[in-house]
């Protein structure tokens, strides 16, 4: 349809079919008879079923069949046939899981990231879904939320880089397109930043924090062309996000220019009762309209409560005909109009879900994002005789997938799988008894621990431990982030044993390994990697892949230590060298993490010289810096490695981070093989918000580059 002929429809709707385009609710209240939602019965919501005829889109209904029929039906009682809108939590995949993105972060791939992200819109546009709850782009710095799964990481440039990557992968250039779907990035905003790990609770940083670190990534997803944003449950300056102007009117709309659709997270609108910021249901839809929340997902307020804002003059209806234009103008952009069914087709659904090329895209990413943590006396790659024996609770668990994984089976997933695949000699298993989930109120696996004797005869014993995916990911909180007791124990017990022990970590964050570290020889930190899970975990334990991973958020020593991130301040009393009275530090604990962000080991060496820093003014790009150095693998052994480049804004109008990430690049390096790699450094990179706008200010830089936040050359230059 042209934008004349949507403007038109909008002039002829009613109130109630605009306000209806402005409610999402999930699946179930397509039925016909009064059903019971996910929040309460319809009645609650004081919901009528002729109000289900207007409704403008739904959420995680999955399968062609079945969206075709639904359309189908809503398109023959909704009055002006308008289509329904489906939408999803696509988040890393749909069948074809592949990793979770905190560790598709740690693969510090953007391409690998976008060619996941168009296998996803693959396979969702084929079951009907024409639009993902997807990236999730909130940076995060504590690994107490069990949401930091779902997103990129502790930094902005890498989270922007993955945004955008992921945006581009679903939407690709016409989200109409039969195999695309439209990108809602969330949560908008800062909700990584919830007090104390706690989901839900608030946020309450600085306007510089906020705009220097939390932002980035939702401007990426912007400019990047997303079609929606989603508000996020927490406050930003004691304003729930839902009914927050100055994030959807001042920064997303009139800042930035963001000409796209705003859905609330699932019954943010009635959660600003709760949050006590309104009296009742009509004054949270009067905030939320306001704000320009252009959808209401899972309640009604918009429903029950406009007309009377309206009437009482308290609500403009110009503000409900600009969001219901915006959402008739996504259907458009997704072709609904012409097309209702975009790409749903039940006989093509079962040859794109789970094919040959996406399997294989899912054991790429899953092995790309695998961090090496420790590789005690080079006992990695596994000696190709060596008897090998198997003990943990994830050693034969198809619980590797992760959260807001829709799979339908995860038997090739399990590492034992993997390794059989591999033809590994495994000689004996012991304690493998899966675990459990917190949130059913397991707390850890049996103590089996005499059974270890089993594994006496082995070479070296793979130990798969970790967390429960369900206890990770939304409303899944931890203010312990060690390993259960009995996992360790059996770490412990192993070791004492005189094994070789290779431990691979099953987590959806970074947990609190210092106490384990001591009885381990290797650590493969495995996060949640999907549906090749295992066979990647035994490609890289084999040697046939070469780990490249690096660490997209830092593990701390201890939760005491929490919130640990790279790109700190360095404030009025550094800790210099030793620990000492009177200066930042603990007296039970070093100040930096266990492993830092950017941090990851390979079966190759490379080793980093010559760094050459020169002044190189180009008005064109705004490059004012040309940085070299030359990286060479030392070793037999070809790899890739993921060069990494910082600057540290010496003296500023505001104070600065002690180093900042500005750019990365992964070069291919073969046995003994060196290469010389350049970045440009831009005016933008040396920019930053000075708590009124983003400057460049003159002045002392210096100029990092190197294998991880910690392992770097520098060189100081005056600008
Ligand atoms: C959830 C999550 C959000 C998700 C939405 C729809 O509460 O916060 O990330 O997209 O509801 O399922």
């Known amino acids: 349809m042209t934008d004349k002929q949507i403007r038109e429809l909008l002039a002829s709707m009613s109130l109630e079919e605009k306000l209806g385009e402005m409610t999402q609710m999930a699946p179930n209240f397509f039925g016909t008879e009064d059903s019971v939602d996910l929040t309460g019965p319809m009645k609650q919501m004081n919901l009528r079923s002729e109000d289900v005829a207007y409704l403008g889109s739904t959420l995680n209904a999955f399968g062609a069949e079945k969206l075709i029929q639904m359309q189908k039906e809503h398109m023959a009682r909704q009055p002006h046939h308008i289509p329904l809108m489906f939408m999803a939590d696509v988040i890393h995949g749909l069948k074809t899981i592949y990793p979770i993105p905190l560790a598709m972060g740690c693969s510090f791939d953007t391409g690998l990231m976008e060619e996941a992200a168009a296998m996803a819109a693959r396979e969702s546009a084929v079951t009907g879904v024409h639009l993902t709850f997807s990236p999730m782009a909130d940076l995060v710095r504590d690994p107490r939320w069990g949401r930091v799964m779902e997103s990129p990481g502790e930094d902005p440039v890498l989270n922007a880089r993955m945004t955008e990557a992921a945006v581009r992968g679903y939407q690709g250039d016409d989200i109409a397109a039969p195999d695309r779907i439209a990108s809602c990035f969330k949560h908008f905003g800062g909700y990584g930043a919830s007090e104390a790990g706690r989901d839900y609770n608030t946020v309450d940083i600085s306007d510089g924090t906020l705009r220097e670190f939390y932002l980035t990534a939702y401007k990426a997803a912007v400019d990047a062309g997303a079609a929606m944003a989603m508000t996020s449950f927490n406050t930003i300056d004691r304003i729930p996000a839902s009914?927050?102007?100055?994030?959807?009117?001042?920064?997303?709309?009139?800042?930035?220019?963001?000409?796209?659709?705003?859905?609330?997270?699932?019954?943010?609108?009635?959660?600003?009762?709760?949050?006590?910021?309104?009296a009742d249901g009509k004054e949270a839809a009067r905030y939320a309209l306001e704000a320009g929340a252009d959808i209401e997902m899972m309640s009604a307020h918009y429903l029950n409560y406009a007309r009377e804002l309206i009437e009482e003059g308290k609500v403009d209806i110009g503000l409900i005909d600009e969001a219901v234009l915006r959402i008739l103008q996504l259907k458009n952009k997704l072709g609904l109009f012409e097309n209702p069914f975009k790409g749903a087709d039940p006989d093509k659904?079962?040859?794109?879900?789970?094919?040959?090329?996406?399997?294989?895209?899912?054991?790429?990413?899953?092995?790309?994002?695998?961090?090496?943590?420790?590789?005690?006396?080079?006992?990695?790659?596994?000696?190709?005789d060596a008897k090998v024996g198997l003990a943990g609770p994830f050693a034969d668990s198809v619980d590797v997938l992760g959260g807001w994984a829709f799979a339908d089976s995860a038997e090739r997933a399990t590492l034992l799988n993997?390794?059989?695949?591999?033809?590994?000699?495994?000689?004996?298993?012991?304690?493998?008894?899966?675990?459990?989930?917190?949130?059913?109120?397991?707390?850890?696996?049996?103590?089996?621990?005499?059974?270890?004797?089993?594994?006496?005869?082995?070479?070296?014993?793979?130990?798969?431990?970790?967390?429960?995916?369900?206890?990770?990911?939304?409303?899944?909180?931890?203010?312990?982030l060690r390993l259960s007791h009995n996992q360790e124990k059996m770490l412990e017990r192993l070791h004492d044993m005189g094994k070789k022990v290779i431990a691979v970590i099953f987590s959806g964050r970074p947990m609190e390994i210092r106490p384990v570290l001591p009885f381990c020889d290797a650590v493969v930190q495995a996060w949640f990697l999907g549906i090749e899970a295992g066979p990647a975990i035994a490609d890289v334990l084999c040697g046939d892949v070469n780990p490249s991973g690096r660490l997209s958020m830092s593990f701390p020593q201890t939760v005491g230590q929490v919130p640990v991130y790279y790109n700190h301040m360095n404030t009025g009393r550094p800790l210099a060298g030793k620990p000492h009275r009177f200066v930042s530090c603990y007296l039970d604990c070093p100040n930096e993490p266990l492993f830092p962000f950017g941090y990851g080991l390979s079966y190759s060496e490379y080793r980093y010289s010559g760094l050459s820093v020169e002044k190189a003014v180009d008005a064109e790009d705004g490059t004012m810096l040309k940085v070299s150095v030359d990286v060479e693998n030392v070793s037999d052994v070809a790899g890739r490695e993921t060069i990494q480049l910082y600057i540290h804004d010496v003296v500023a109008s505001v104070v600065r981070p002690v180093k900042e990430l500005k750019d990365f690049v992964q070069v291919d390096l073969g046995a003994h093989e060196k290469k010389t790699v350049s970045f440009k450094v831009t005016r933008e990179m040396l920019s930053y918000w000075n708590n009124q706008a983003r400057v460049f200010e003159p002045g002392d830089f210096e100029i990092m580059v190197g294998h991880s936040s910690e392992e770097l050359l520098t060189a100081r230059v005056t600008l």
């Not at 927050?244 to 600003?272: C, P, Q, Y």
């Open 243 to 278: 009914g927050n102007k100055k994030m959807f009117r001042k920064i997303l709309r009139e800042e930035w220019g963001f000409d796209g659709v705003a859905i609330t997270d699932f019954s943010a609108i009635h959660e600003m009762i709760a949050h006590g910021i309104a």
């Open 349 to 384: 659904e079962k040859e794109v879900h789970l094919c040959k090329e996406h399997l294989e895209l899912a054991r790429r990413a899953a092995a790309r994002s695998i961090v090496l943590l420790k590789n005690e006396g080079g006992l990695l790659p596994l000696a190709k």
């Open 418 to 480: 993997g390794l059989k695949e591999h033809g590994v000699n495994i000689t004996a298993t012991a304690m493998t008894q899966r675990m459990g989930a917190m949130q059913r109120g397991i707390m850890d696996v049996e103590d089996q621990t005499a059974e270890l004797t089993a594994l006496a005869d082995c070479d070296v014993v793979i130990a798969g431990v970790g967390e429960h995916p369900e206890d990770t990911g939304e409303s899944a909180s931890k203010t312990v």
